[in-house]
């Protein structure tokens, strides 16, 4: 059997429970080390999963530091991201970051060039590529059952309080809604996902046009947005990206002229139409309103992740992969500035 890969976990906030869980449940590492500025959350992670024995870290170049650590998760702001993982490279660690990347795409070159300079893995947590619904489109998208490609649609209508989200907590309130931090809002935080799936199964994008507002929240960023795409492979596209909308639904929709297909909020095909004629309904679900997100875990991305260090391989969701959705949000919130088309490659 092969070595476990040692673990460490920087940023011990909301997210961090899923990364320890599917670490555990890989069979392929230990967690042996825990990093956050608050100690007490750390403590609290730690003894929720029972690690005994794990290290506990407030900085978390003292964790890098530690020749124990193969790798690490960066689960902390936005803006952290490409600090923390440049010099996570430094010290050799493989690094798993979460989206988005970054906040801009120098800083995201920035983490992939540190990354290959130090001869190690860089994967960002795109997780819905892992389902096994979207990877089915996937490939047949690529492989011609689609047909001629049509349309496709990122649609994520979400809600978020100011009280309980923006502003629960003193952490929350020192980095989420602002531009400098967050580095942007519905789009580059609760809709990224989407926007990934839709580019990774559509192809690249040609150029677009788009139009945000802060329309309910008290936030410097948008909390709704709306953008019109042209793929590169001609057909054309639409996002929507909101934390202000009620009743909560979100899907993903892509449109050929063999197949369609819609998926639903737990990335499973809800409803599809092929060739022959023929429009199903596979499991459609009325949302409730209380539903936040998609109920996907992180162990897809998490086993692949080990398993690109453990088999010296590359990793699915590459930096470079990353990027991606990350440059289709950066290109909206400058359409939307400059009020005007936006063409791919993105000059920031």
């Known amino acids: 059997m092969k070595k476990k890969v040692n673990v460490g976990i920087i940023g011990c906030g909301i997210i961090a429970p899923s990364h320890v869980s599917g670490y555990l449940k890989s069979g392929m590492a230990n967690v042996v080390a825990l990093c956050d500025k608050k100690t007490e959350k750390a403590k609290a992670l730690a003894e929720r999963f029972n690690l005994s024995g794990v290290k506990i870290y407030s900085d978390y170049e003292q964790l890098l530091q530690d020749p124990e650590i193969d790798a690490v998760s960066i689960c902390t702001p936005h803006y952290l991201h490409a600090e923390m993982t440049t010099k996570a490279a430094e010290y050799k660690k493989h690094v798993l970051c979460e989206k988005p990347m970054a906040i801009s795409l120098k800083q995201a070159d920035e983490m992939i060039r540190a990354c290959k300079k130090n001869g190690v893995k860089l994967e960002i947590v795109f997780q819905y590529r892992f389902t096994p619904d979207t990877r089915k489109i996937k490939e047949e998208f690529e492989n011609g059952k ?203």
């Open 146 to 348: 689609f047909g001629i490609p049509i349309y496709g649609e990122a649609v994520v209508k979400w809600y978020r309080e100011d009280s309980s989200y923006y502003y629960a907590d003193e952490t929350a309130r020192s980095w989420r809604g602002k531009w400098s931090t967050e580095g942007g809002g519905a789009l580059i935080n609760q809709s990224i996902h989407t926007i990934d799936l839709l580019q990774w199964i559509m192809g690249p994008v040609d150029y677009l046009y788009a139009i945000y507002d802060t329309r309910t929240h008290n936030i410097e960023v948008e909390d709704l947005a709306v953008a019109t795409l042209k793929f590169k492979n001609g057909a054309l596209g639409t996002i929507l990206g909101s934390v202000a909308l009620r009743p909560q639904e979100n899907w993903l929709g892509i449109y050929g002229s063999k197949k369609s297909v819609i998926v639903g909020s737990d990335l499973k095909i809800v409803k599809q139409w092929e060739e022959e004629g023929k429009s199903k309904v596979i499991d459609e679900v009325k949302e409730k309103e209380e539903t936040l997100t998609p109920s996907v875990g992180h162990d897809g991305v998490i086993e692949d992740f080990l398993r690109s260090i453990v088999e010296d391989k590359t990793p699915y969701v590459t930096g470079e992969e990353g990027r991606k959705a990350l440059e289709i949000v950066l290109a909206i919130y400058k359409a939307h500035k400059t009020g005007s088309k936006v063409s791919f490659p993105l000059v920031e």
